[in-house]
């Protein structure tokens, strides 16, 4: 079992939509959690970051975090197609050094 | 507006040979981080460092060395290229501990190795 589950997509939607995207997390120590874009042949860029449990909203985008359930989301309103690239959800613990570690990424393409 | 700069951004090699990735950044950070992405298993750590002269293994270390002689340079060393090493290679750099501060990616280099 890997310690960060994240569905891989591709999650196709259409423009204007509510996009949610998910990670599941087996290790209850993780205590920060972020989400970054990556769009193609670029690197990842961090978008949102949340401590322990909670919501977080920075315009379009909401993370929420529930540890009791070891699951995290993004959701970003009014979808636009400068949105499409693939989501990281990342998180760390500081018994580990708070290194990070990362979910496969889902892929999210929003059609005009 | 430099950031985090990777050389090359690819390269073709043959399986035994050896090369060094580049990493610099600008930014001052004190951490640097060297990760590979392979498709559909998101971002795996190899090396880090927390200064100059201050290295560590991550989660896949093996086949590959570093060094941190300056706080902007962080190279990666691939001695006998494998075909298992065929990946996408990011440089990330930060200010303080990831947990707490942003991580800054390059764009990455595409090694294959034939």
């Known amino acids: 079992q890997k310690e960060v589950e994240q569905d891989p997509g591709p999650l196709s939607v259409p423009e204007g939509a509510i996009v949610s995207l998910n990670c599941t997390y087996s290790?209850?120590?993780?205590?920060?959690f972020m989400w970054y874009r990556q769009y193609s042949r670029k690197g990842p860029e961090l978008l949102m970051y949340?401590?322990?449990?909670g919501n977080k909203e920075d315009g379009r985008f909401t993370a929420q975090v529930d540890k009791s359930s070891k699951y995290i989301s993004l959701f970003i309103r009014d979808s636009q197609p400068s949105d499409s690239a693939t989501y990281l959800c990342?998180?760390?613990?500081?018994?580990?050094?708070?290194?990070?570690?990362f979910g496969a990424g889902t892929i999210l393409r929003v059609k005009s | 507006n430099a950031g985090v700069t990777q050389t090359p951004k690819f390269r073709i090699l043959k399986i035994g040979q050896s090369m060094t990735l580049q990493c610099t950044q600008d930014?001052?950070?004190?951490?640097m981080y060297w990760y590979r992405q392979d498709p559909g298993m998101g971002l795996k750590l190899i090396y880090y460092?927390?200064?100059?002269?201050?290295?560590d293994k991550g989660e896949v270390p093996n086949g590959y060395n570093v060094s941190r002689s300056t706080t902007e340079d962080f190279p990666l060393r691939l001695e006998l290229a494998a075909p298992s090493q065929t990946s996408v290679y990011f440089c990330?750099?930060?200010?303080?501990?990831?947990?707490?501060?942003?991580?800054?990616f390059g764009d990455g280099t595409r090694l294959s190795i034939l």
């Open positions: 930014m001052n950070h004190n951490y």
């Open positions: 990342a998180m760390s613990a500081e018994e580990y050094g708070n290194k990070l570690v």
């Open positions: 949340t401590y322990s449990s």
């Open positions: 460092s927390v200064g100059a002269g201050i290295t």
């Open positions: 290790n209850s120590a993780f205590q920060y």
């Open positions: 990330a750099s930060s200010y303080r501990l990831p947990s707490n501060q942003p991580q800054h």
